[in-house]
């Protein structure tokens, strides 16, 4: 009754492989390896030699279960491309008030002097996510977009200002750019 694919096949570029390891899909590539849990009692997913299969197990009639296999289509594609090219994210740091100090330590973000603060505030970068502060901003970069995504709004969360009137105390660190694939980087 419905045209809608029960089956879909994500093709791999050459250099990136994946496996099924117990309830995770595992994509590696030259920037890394991305690991994801795959929802087996609705989907089934099968690595073969440069594709991932995915089929649904619930009639593809229900919207939902297209939706899931739309959803893993588009998973299945950003860990393609974080393997191939890795993901950025760009903040800028915004001190209208107080000079404000970034620094990157072990895997957190240390913020000393936020809005004359004694004590220093830290925001913790997720595993697998590099930072790095150029000037007035700071680089987030890795092969899982969600994990970089993540690590971004952990270091915006942790700059939010209470108490205060957002009009008159914009210091901060903000997202100008969310995650994105790298370009121009021989990938």
């Given at each position: 009754m419905s045209s809608e694919p029960s089956e879909l096949d994500v093709p791999l570029p050459a250099g990136v492989t994946a496996r099924l390891d117990h309830e995770s899909l595992v994509v590696h590539g030259p920037h890394g390896e991305v690991r994801r849990t795959v929802p087996l009692g609705a989907?089934?997913?099968r690595a073969a030699a440069g594709t991932v299969h995915l089929a649904l197990v619930a009639p593809s009639e229900r919207k939902q279960a297209r939706a899931l296999l739309n959803t893993w289509e588009r998973h299945v594609g950003n860990m393609v491309a974080g393997v191939t090219h890795g993901f950025e994210a760009r903040m800028?740091?915004?001190a209208a008030h107080f000079p404000m100090k970034v620094a990157v330590k072990d895997h957190s973000v240390v913020i000393e002097n936020f809005l004359g603060e004694k004590y220093p505030r830290t925001a913790s970068i997720l595993s697998g996510v590099e930072a790095k502060v150029d000037g007035e901003f700071l680089v987030l970069t890795g092969a899982d977009i969600e994990r970089?995504?993540?690590s971004a709004a952990?270091?915006?969360r942790t700059t939010k200002i209470r108490d205060y009137d957002p009009r008159v105390?914009?210091?901060?660190i903000?997202?100008?750019e969310k995650a994105r694939p790298r370009a121009g980087e021989g990938a």
């Amino acid at each position: 009754m419905s045209s809608e694919p029960s089956e879909l096949d994500v093709p791999l570029p050459a250099g990136v492989t994946a496996r099924l390891d117990h309830e995770s899909l595992v994509v590696h590539g030259p920037h890394g390896e991305v690991r994801r849990t795959v929802p087996l009692g609705a989907l089934r997913v099968r690595a073969a030699a440069g594709t991932v299969h995915l089929a649904l197990v619930a009639p593809s009639e229900r919207k939902q279960a297209r939706a899931l296999l739309n959803t893993w289509e588009r998973h299945v594609g950003n860990m393609v491309a974080g393997v191939t090219h890795g993901f950025e994210a760009r903040m800028k740091v915004v001190a209208a008030h107080f000079p404000m100090k970034v620094a990157v330590k072990d895997h957190s973000v240390v913020i000393e002097n936020f809005l004359g603060e004694k004590y220093p505030r830290t925001a913790s970068i997720l595993s697998g996510v590099e930072a790095k502060v150029d000037g007035e901003f700071l680089v987030l970069t890795g092969a899982d977009i969600e994990r970089v995504g993540q690590s971004a709004a952990n270091i915006e969360r942790t700059t939010k200002i209470r108490d205060y009137d957002p009009r008159v105390f914009q210091d901060g660190i903000y997202i100008i750019e969310k995650a994105r694939p790298r370009a121009g980087e021989g990938a």
